[in-house]
């Protein structure tokens, strides 16, 4: 499998994240075990996740998600074989949120032990603290780092603006830096990331890794009308993109599917990397689920494929 290297870290990705999210929600630990057994089995390596999966569910106190990746890492005795990125500073419960040093002290040490394993591949700043200076983030970062605890850190939801200062604060104080930017991107979310976000990461070689990536499951072309929505889980997002421009990228995507023998959500995956993506990120739920998303790493759009793509889906 051709890996790719996460910005000017040592991280080797496969061109598709599995997304963590769902374990625990939507997917039991036996199904996840399934997911994540096929999905190293089938060559590919990195695994997001974060502390608050699956805090929204009620009943849930957050930790679900990294406490099953956990649980299987030790009945497999795999650590080696995967990549494991997970993410702090959404709210835990009372004074547990944010990119404060003592918040990350403390954090990191609570996802180690519920993914029972001595080091984090890639810690992610969930979403960015204007509240904390950067310097404290990134120097508390720099301590886990020396301690073995972590070995790359990332950025997610973060501004342009805000993303250039980190990278700055890091520079001038030989601090360690953003190696990785998770956004909301995806062939119908565009605007937000292609504005500024796309040339900072290209001109600062920052691996990008986005979240959403067939936006909520609207991109696998399984939502067509309104009935289509019932009993879904993810319904409240999806009923926002179903206007004229999402059938009309709907229809792009049956129309590139078609001719390169594929589905919607492998030609939506496939978009992304030809943008420059190191690794989307995808959930799945069954293994039939997955077999169609593993399908994503073999196909390679024409340029006049994904000029239509891109045609099809500009922003307003």
């Not at 199904?31 to 999905?39: G, I, N, P, V």
């Not at 650590?79 to 494991?84: F, T």
């Not at 959500?265 to 959930?283: C, F, N, T, V």
Request: hydrophobic fraction near 40%.
């Amino acid at each position: 499998m051709n890996k790719r290297r996460l910005g000017n870290s040592k991280l080797e990705v496969a061109p598709w994240t599995l997304g963590g999210n769902v374990f625990g929600w939507t997917a039991d630990e036996p199904t996840s075990f399934k997911l994540l057994d096929a999905f190293v089995a089938a060559g590919m390596n990195c695994v997001d996740t974060a502390d608050v999966y699956s805090k929204w569910i009620p009943g849930h106190k957050g930790g679900e998600s990294e406490t099953i990746i956990g649980n299987w890492l030790e009945k497999r005795g795999n650590r080696d074989k995967v990549i494991i990125a997970t993410k702090l500073g959404v709210e835990m419960g009372p004074g547990d949120s944010g990119l404060s040093r003592a918040y990350i002290l403390r954090a990191v040490d609570r996802s180690l032990t519920r993914l029972k394993t001595d080091y984090i591949d890639l810690y992610q700043a969930h979403r960015d603290d204007a509240e904390t200076p950067m310097e404290e983030t990134l120097s508390a970062f720099g301590e886990l780092i020396k301690a073995g605890k972590v070995r790359a850190i990332g950025a997610s939801n973060f501004t342009a603006e805000r993303l250039r200062h980190a990278l700055d604060v890091s520079a001038k104080n030989n601090l360690p830096r953003y190696e990785t930017l998770q956004p909301w991107y995806n062939l119908y979310d565009r605007a937000e990331f292609e504005k500024e976000l796309a040339a900072l990461c290209q001109e600062e070689n920052i691996g990008v890794i986005p979240y959403f990536s067939l936006a909520s499951g609207f991109l696998t072309g399984k939502y067509r009308n309104e009935k289509d929505l019932d009993g879904r889980p993810r319904a409240y997002r999806v009923k926002d993109m179903m206007n004229e421009r999402g059938f009309r990228i709907l229809k792009a995507l049956d129309e590139a599917a078609a001719k390169s023998h594929a589905t919607p959500a492998q030609i939506a995956l496939a978009w992304l990397i030809a943008k420059g993506i190191a690794s989307p990120i995808a959930s799945a739920t069954t293994l039939e689920q997955f077999q169609e998303l593993l399908g994503s790493v073999h196909v390679t759009l024409s340029t006049e494929a994904v000029k239509e793509l891109d045609q099809a889906s500009a922003p307003s």
